[in-house]
């Protein structure tokens, strides 16, 4: 666990930060997949976590959710486009081609079941000391968090920090066989490199302390 600002921690569940999840507060953001859940709990242990929220409902981020959520006795929150998949494991539904055999490997082997959902996010709303935005693109109840006095972002995966196959580091959009509308997610990265933040967090990727790199990657798509 790394800690990237006041109140705010990384957790890496796969070598070089292939997929994260994160603290801001006393809120645990996403959950990577299935068998995260001892990396996850490990590092949880002397953390007073209340509520776990998710950026959106895909396999990786899902994985370990509910049981995170019972082991912990928290309430789960994310969007109101999320719920549904968030409730009930459908984790590739959006995707563009649900029949793809990757598709098929991460519903299989990452996803984790569905669980309650206690509570919707918003735009506007408040956690852990982040403002949530709206990001739809990626899926269509995406959620990002930003925490103005300091710039720091939690992403998701509005934008990646690797190319997700050669794992080299740098900006990418999400891959297109995870996105449900791309347009929509370019729309998204607009509105997250107009807040010019400060630290990035991502879902895949190292985080970014900006130097420069977001404005101009948002310039090249």
């Known amino acids: 666990m790394k ?21 801001i ?29 998710l950026t959106h409902a895909h396999a990786d981020h899902q994985g370990s ?7 912990l006795n928290i309430p789960l929150l994310c969007s109101e486009s999320e719920k549904e998949f968030a409730e009930n494991g459908s984790v590739i539904t959006e995707y563009p081609n649900p029949n793809h055999i990757i598709s ?21 709303d408040e956690i852990g000391g982040f403002t949530v935005l709206e990001t739809p693109g990626h899926s269509r109840g995406h959620l990002s968090f ?14 990646t920090n690797m190319n997700l196959l050669t794992t080299k ?8 066989l995870f996105t449900a509308d791309k347009e929509t997610n ?7 490199a107009s807040l010019k933040p400060k ?6 990727g190292p985080v970014l302390f900006d130097n420069g790199e977001l404005e101009k990657f948002k310039n090249s798509i």
Request: glycine content about 8%; some cysteine.
């Open 3 to 23: 800690n990237i600002a006041k109140d705010v921690y990384q957790i890496p569940l796969f070598p070089r930060n292939a997929i994260n999840c994160y603290i």
């Open 25 to 53: 507060e006393d809120v645990l953001i996403d959950a990577g997949i299935r068998s995260s859940s001892g990396i996850i709990l490990k590092a949880l242990k002397d953390k007073s976590i209340a509520k776990h929220a």
């Open 65 to 71: 959710s509910k049981i995170i959520c019972e082991s």
């Open 104 to 124: 098929k490997f991460q519903k299989q082997f990452w996803a984790g079941k569905g669980h309650p959902v206690s509570k919707t996010l918003k735009e506007g």
């Open 146 to 159: 930003f925490r103005e006095k300091d710039g720091v972002l939690i992403v998701g995966d509005v934008l």
């Open 169 to 176: 580091v740098g900006l990418h959009e999400p891959p297109n």
């Open 186 to 192: 370019r729309k998204s990265i607009l509105k997250l």
């Open 199 to 204: 630290i990035m967090c991502f879902g895949h």
